[in-house]
């Protein structure tokens, strides 16, 4: 787990930086809230999103700090 917590943080500047290129309406840098709280923020009234949790494995090091620490899935996300 050492190196889970270890490991440095992914820079997206150059995803984001063509993303606007692309003309991207909204960027959110999700942290705090996760994307169950941030990406409603960045829709217009009326649309909304799905999010499919099997679309992508969870990393290790979640599924150990939400049984380790007794987290729920909501306050995961």
């Known amino acids: 787990m050492a190196d889970a917590f270890l ?3 992914r820079i997206y500047v150059k995803a984001a930086l ?5 003309g991207a ?3 959110a840098h999700i942290t705090g809230g996760g994307l169950t709280e941030n990406l409603p923020r960045v829709f217009p ?3 909304g ?6 679309a992508w494995q ?3 090091v979640f599924a150990w700090m939400a049984a380790t620490g007794g987290i729920a899935e909501a306050e995961m996300l």
């Open 7 to 9: 490991a440095p943080t």
């Open 18 to 22: 063509k993303a606007v290129e692309a």
């Open 25 to 27: 309406a909204a960027l």
């Open 45 to 47: 009234e009326g649309l």
């Open 49 to 54: 999103a799905e999010i499919d949790l099997s």
């Open 58 to 60: 969870l990393p290790e």
